[in-house]
């Protein structure tokens, strides 16, 4: 089985563990990315090594003349490419070829060992010594599910200062004009808390499309967001969607946070995190998960609706978890509960990063602003310090300051 690079669901580059935004779009080089992968593909199930090899030329010539960051951006179509090139060539038989790009293609990053392990067009190679040890080092990088199994500690002892996390009041004027101007009351309706909170993530959902291949727009509020989307016929990154449904909470009283989900990513490959958001049920006084990117949440066994520290746990405990049947994508898949909860979601609930500040119009950059985040680190994560680490955008001129703790009940504090 071909290895199929979901690139609708990257959010934001990772640097440093944390992330920020891309750089200028390169249009004309994703229109070509994207036809190329789909002759790729064309190759691989026809296992035509010759065209294969032709296509693969033609990419390198274009992709070697990017620059170093749209390399990095880009990269995943190289390495999907490779992988599959490697497939070809383990379906008829050609076993030396097989690993020789197998071997290219982790070089180049590419890290899923719970996909290479099961995919049944590698079967011909697994008795391979090269192959056994050319694998072996992916289980630390690539097995997510025990990558975040390994990282189930925290300090809760850790005491060091942190700001205190705010949440805009709905009498804030730019929150009633939100409220306002798309009714969100009835969007919210008259049920019980939890309904309303789930009434948003729909509305949400199903107002704007998911597009994780592009920026979002400079200004970041829900208001200049939701009409740049309706102007331009567009939708948002998961970052983007987490801002609108954050502001659309706020705006009816209810008080959340987005929550950026990042990897260990300890060799700086994955370009790749998840935003969602926690909201609070003042009644059950409890934290649940809300993703609008995939109208998601998630439950237990008794339906109990779950918040993010209870769904890690469950996780690394091996808990029965259960996603809503209605989850999905854009409404062209459906988001199952096996390759979004213990393999997207396994890699990106590793390290947890939320502003400080919950309000509108909290993340666009301006000259003189300063914006804090605090960062929740399991114990097992290989940068701890410094605790405090600050920069200034060269172009925005906005400060950011990034707080580091090891401790969950900081982070998780009932507001």
Known sequence: MKMILKLPILA???VAGICIHAQQENTVFRQFAEKQSGLFNKAYESRDLEKYHTLLDE???KFSDLTNEEKRKFSNYSINALYNLSCTYALLGKKQQALDYLEKSIQQGYSNYQHIQADKDLDGLRAEP?????????????????ILKKAGAYNHGDRRPLPAFTYQSASAPELIALQKAFNLDSVAGSGNELSKVLNLLHWVHELIPHDGNHENP??????????????????????????????????????SRMVTC????????????????MVYLPLAKKWIWADPTNDAYVMNEKGEVLGIAEVRRSIIEGRQLILNPTANWNHRQS?????????????????????????????????????EYIQLNPLDYFRQTPDKTQRTGSQSGTTYIYYNTNNPDTFFQIP
């Open 12 to 14: 934001m580059l990772l």
């Open 59 to 61: 990419w390198n010539a």
């Open 130 to 146: 090269r192959y056994v040890s050319m694998i072996r080092p992916l289980r630390e990088t690539g097995d997510y599910l025990y």
């Open 218 to 255: 400079v200004v970041k509020n829900a208001m200049s967001m939701i009409a740049v989307c309706k102007k331009d016929d567009r939708g948002l990154n998961c970052r983007g969607l987490a801002t609108v449904f954050n502001e659309a909470c706020l705006a009816v009283g209810f008080k």
């Open 262 to 277: 990042l990897p260990k990513d300890s060799l700086g490959t994955d370009p790749d995190c998840h935003v969602i958001n």
């Open 335 to 371: 988001t199952t509960k096996e390759n979004y909860l213990y393999h997207y979601m396994a890699k990106n609930l590793y390290i947890l990063q939320c502003p400080v500040s919950s309000a509108y119009d909290i993340e666009t950059a301006a000259a003189g602003k300063t914006i």
